[in-house]
């Protein structure tokens, strides 16, 4: 949920937001398309990566969650169905956060908590921030993650690169209030995704942390996500491990924040909204999990290395 550190605090620190958030390269870009309503889904074919045979928490296929389970994910470059390269609008480069090279997600432990069924996960990216290309500067950097479900409800912590396709976790933010209504995270049916869409609406509070050595005081605030997901046809995705029919899920978010204690405060002033069409598609595979994400950065994932029980 990187929009939240490298997109969200831009705007909190009242830059005027910008629009157009869709990669630039092909007509129909992956990520970038709204379908409209779903149509009934093809069966499988063949796969020819790495599948699990373990029963996943809350019976979850989409998304198997067995303790041991292990995804790792690399970068490639961003590209459409015709393979033609797809890139940011210069105006959103400046948003973009450095994409890590390397993401390994481990599932650590599952624990019955009430009615919940609690999954915690273990997520390292491996990231080079320098700019010379004989020169490596690597940023390693792990973060716990969490995904609680039960029949009825399937949620992915922010943190999470499942949440939105963006590893890392969240830079400078806290939450001390995340609330979900309407659907949730992933709305399965029978272990797999739901046929028809799903909307996860949240209302979360947050406060944020100076850098250390600063005496900087940031301002707290309200952040609204609107998080609309449609299923679309199954296709064949050929990921690094291997080669799937995988089902992709297009997310659409909206959103605003409202700061707590403006800077100016002027009556009538509405919420700063967060950039438009920002859209992830996430491609899934029953068994296997996610092998595929392109986000709203032009950052592309495809699974290399998966460990399934």
Known sequence: MRILSAALLPLILLVPSVTGAQPQGAAQPQGAAQPQGAAPKKKPEFVKGPIGKAAPACGAKALPLVEGNQWTYGFIAAHDRTGAPLSLPPDLVKLAPSEPQQIVITVKKIETKGPDTVVTLEEKTTTDLSKDPKKHIFDERT???????????????????FFAGEPGGIFGLTFDKFERSRDTSLKLINGGLSEGEWREDIVAHFTRTAVPDSNAKLDSGKLELERKFTPEQPENVNAQVGLYFAEPVVLVTTGRVTLDHPVSPVPGVKPMELPEHWITRMWFVPNAGVVQVLNSYAHMYSLKEAQLK
């Open 143 to 161: 973060i716990t993650s969490t995904i609680t479900c039960n029949q009825k409800k399937f949620e992915i912590s922010p943190e999470s690169f």
